[in-house]
Structures are given as C-alpha cells and as structure tokens.
C-alpha cells in the first residue's frame, strides 16, 4: 500500500492523468484503511493486487500519434488494469489482474525467425530502444464491443524491423506468445488452441501506427497487460494484439491465428474495426467505452484511423476480408 502511494505520487504525470485517476486512489486508501478485504468491490481488490508490485517509471516524448483528448477521455490506470482480455491468466475480466503476479517477465527472449537477415535471440532492450520511447493515446476496440482509452508507451514496429531487417520475400509477420504452464492457469482452459498466435501483413507491420507496447501511464507495463512487450495496431480489434509475445516469425503465407483458427466464421486475419459488418452473435455499430454499462459509443470505421490506414486496403471486400 505504502510504494503504491508513492509511485503514483511520482508520475511525472499530472498531464495526462485524469484527476479521477489520483482521486480513485486515494478513495481506495481511504476503504483500504478503513478494514476487511472483504468489504472491497471486486475491482479495487484486483486494482490492489496489479500494483502491488512497484513499476519502474519510463521516461517518453509525447508523440502526435495521439487521440484528440477532447473527444476521448482517458481510462482510468484501474480500468486498463483491472479488466484485462488475457485468457492464459483466466477467462473472467478480472483473472488477469488476480494472476498477474505469478507471472515472470525477466529474463525475456524474443525469438526472430524466417524470412529475416538478422535472426536469433533477442533480449527486450535488443529490440526496443529505451531511450526513444514514445507515448502515444490510443483507443482499444474489443470485437467484444467495449473500448477503453489508452497511454502506452512503446516505440513504433518499424524500428524494431529495421534491426531485425526482413527479407522482401517476407509478406507476413507472425506474433506468438508465452505458454508457460506453471505460471498460467489459464492455460489449463481449451478457451483456444495454445499459444496465442497473432500476425499482421507486412505493410500493416510497417505502418507508422503499429506500435510495440512496453509501456502505461508511464511506468513499465504490468503482466496483465502483456509485460514486457505487446503489439497494437489500434485501427484492429484489439485480439490482434498479442500480449507477452515470445517469438517474431517472418513469412510468405498468412499466419494461422488463433481466433481464426477457433472460429473462423467470426474472426478474420484482418480483424479491422469496422461498424459495418457485425459480428454473427451481434452488432458492431456501436460500443461500450468502459466503466459506462451502455453501448454509449458510436463505432468508427478503423476505429476512427481511416485516414492514416484505409488505403492499406483499397480495392478489397471488407465483408469477405473481416
Ligand atoms: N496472449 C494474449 N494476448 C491477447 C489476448 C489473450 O487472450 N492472450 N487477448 C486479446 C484481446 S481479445 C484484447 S481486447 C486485448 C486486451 O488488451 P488489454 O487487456 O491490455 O486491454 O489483448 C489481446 N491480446
Ligand atoms: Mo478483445
């Protein structure tokens, strides 16, 4: 409780921090103070488990890849932490938050692999340079319909290809991610075909928004967010981005995901936001931007990034390539 206090008294961010993210702490103290864990909502529990652990502050330029503020509030560090898709760590909302802590994330490697000139095994500070990190807001789209505000930190795709140099050959990237039994029990679910795999084609790869995430509200990323590294290309459903990833494989044949695999006639390789076309079980018109329990959210087309990322795909059929 005491380096919780302190650590988020150190964020050189009163920026960006929505003053209901300092006043919902000190509102959790104040019932923490006031006795019996049982007495707690859920989610402050969970809150308290994911920051028992202190994360090291990161330092990070702001960048212009950021959502306007006006339309888009932040989410609060609680609600990016504490309702977590991470089926490895459990299938409930909150299964994340309660596991994370079982998880190890260093050492890490990252295995570089394919049609690439530099292959081999990478540590984290190999493929991300810290010292140009950046900050970028962006919005989460859950094919689940809910969506959530976020300030990463990460550095853009891009420059970790320029070290790991891609043959042109490459047409797809492949993200597979951590499968550690005795540290996941989520693992034990058949929720999907294990490890969790994601790709992207490679200009998608290389556009200036797709991001390596190794970061949130200025400190290091918590697990269950997918410490220490994860991917988001934010104009996607939010499935794309893999978390905890332990090997890049570059290739000229689409990479077998898992949601694809699991239900192909729900979930595409393309996942592109897109209120357009529903999903089988239900719409994809609008969404619920957390904590509201109402879909209170008009959905836009790539999730409001057309501009940046339509062109990626003129001339195709987005109902047939969803
Ligand atoms: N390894 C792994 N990565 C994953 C998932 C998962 O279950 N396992 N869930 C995905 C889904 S469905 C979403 S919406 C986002 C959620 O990211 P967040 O918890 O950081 O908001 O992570 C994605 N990455
Ligand atoms: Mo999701």
């Not at 009163?14 to 864990?37: I, L, N, Q």
């Not at 529990?45 to 006006?70: E, I, N, Y």
């Not at 689940?144 to 043959?167: C, N, Q, Y």
Request: with cysteine.
């Amino acid at each position: 409780m005491v380096i919780k206090i302190k650590t988020s008294a150190d964020l050189p961010y009163s920026e960006v921090t929505p003053e209901h993210f300092y006043r919902s702490r000190r509102d959790f103290m104040k019932t923490a103070a006031m006795g019996a864990a049982g007495a707690f909502a859920g989610a402050s529990v969970l809150a308290c488990d994911a920051s028992a652990a202190p994360q090291q502050a990161l330092t990070a330029k702001k960048s212009p890849f950021t959502v306007d503020r006006a339309k888009d509030a932040l989410n609060t560090y609680e609600q990016i932490t504490g309702y977590n898709n991470f089926y490895e760590l459990g299938l409930d909302k909150g299964d994340p938050a309660r596991n994370a802590s079982r998880l190890t994330v260093r050492p890490w490697t990252v295995k570089v692999e394919g049609l690439v000139n530099k292959p081999g095994d990478y540590g984290v500070e190999d493929l991300v340079d810290f010292k140009n990190l950046e900050e970028r807001v962006y919005r989460l789209r859950c094919v689940e319909a809910w969506s959530m505000v976020i300030p990463w930190i990460g550095v853009p795709f891009s420059s970790i290809l320029a070290k790991v140099d891609p043959r042109p050959a490459a047409q797809f990237v492949e993200f597979t991610t951590l499968e550690r039994p005795s540290e996941m029990p989520g693992l034990r679910t058949s929720a999907l075909q294990w490890p969790y795999v994601e790709g992207l084609r490679m200009d998608e790869a290389r556009h200036p928004l797709t991001l390596m995430v190794v970061g949130l509200y200025g400190k290091v990323l918590p697990n269950q967010n997918g410490a220490p590294l994860r991917v988001h290309s934010p104009w996607k459903y939010g499935f794309k981005g893999g978390k905890s990833i332990v090997r890049i494989r570059f290739m000229d044949t689409m990479p077998r995901t898992s949601w694809a695999v699991q239900t192909p006639h729900e979930y595409g390789f393309y996942a592109n936001v897109n209120p357009t076309v529903d999903h089988p079980r239900w719409s994809q018109a609008r969404e619920r931007r957390l904590p509201s329990p109402f879909r209170n959210h008009q959905t836009e087309m790539f999730n409001g990034y057309g501009d940046q990322v339509a062109s990626l795909y003129a001339g195709m059929d987005l109902r047939k390539y969803y």
